[in-house]
């Protein structure tokens, strides 16, 4: 199995821009889908973006699509979430994850522990 590490969370405002880093260990990094998902307070996972598993296709919830971009780079085992345009509702804990099969609705098998992301306005 893979272990995830997300980074790259923080305090920004509202307008502002992030970058979200997700480091892979263990597995074939490549022969995963990776996809982020985040969690505000009291409400469920919400599901963002999925990338496949070389990096040449993308999905988005329609929540974050044309302000997020996911990308991967597999040789240094990485996945990352561009976010801009920051609002206060993208204030959640942001999780990256892996999956064996791309797609919406994939079931994924690994998760990161999470990096808090705040905007405030």
């Known amino acids: 199995q893979v272990q995830l590490v997300e980074s790259g969370g923080g305090l920004v405002e509202v307008g502002g821009s992030l970058r979200l880093s997700c480091a892979a260990s263990g597995g074939i990094f490549a022969d995963y889908a990776m996809g982020w998902f985040r969690r505000a307070p009291g409400k469920e996972r919400e599901f963002l973006s999925t990338?496949?598993?070389?990096?040449?296709?993308?999905a988005y919830a329609d929540s974050v699509r044309g302000r997020f971009t996911i990308s991967r780079d597999n040789a240094k085992r990485m996945v990352y979430l561009q976010m801009n345009s920051l609002k206060p509702e993208d204030t959640a804990i942001y999780y990256c994850a892996a999956a064996n099969n791309y797609g919406i609705g994939q079931k994924y098998h690994s998760w990161g522990q999470g990096t808090q992301v705040t905007v405030s306005s």
């Open positions: 990338i496949n598993y070389s990096g040449s296709d993308t």
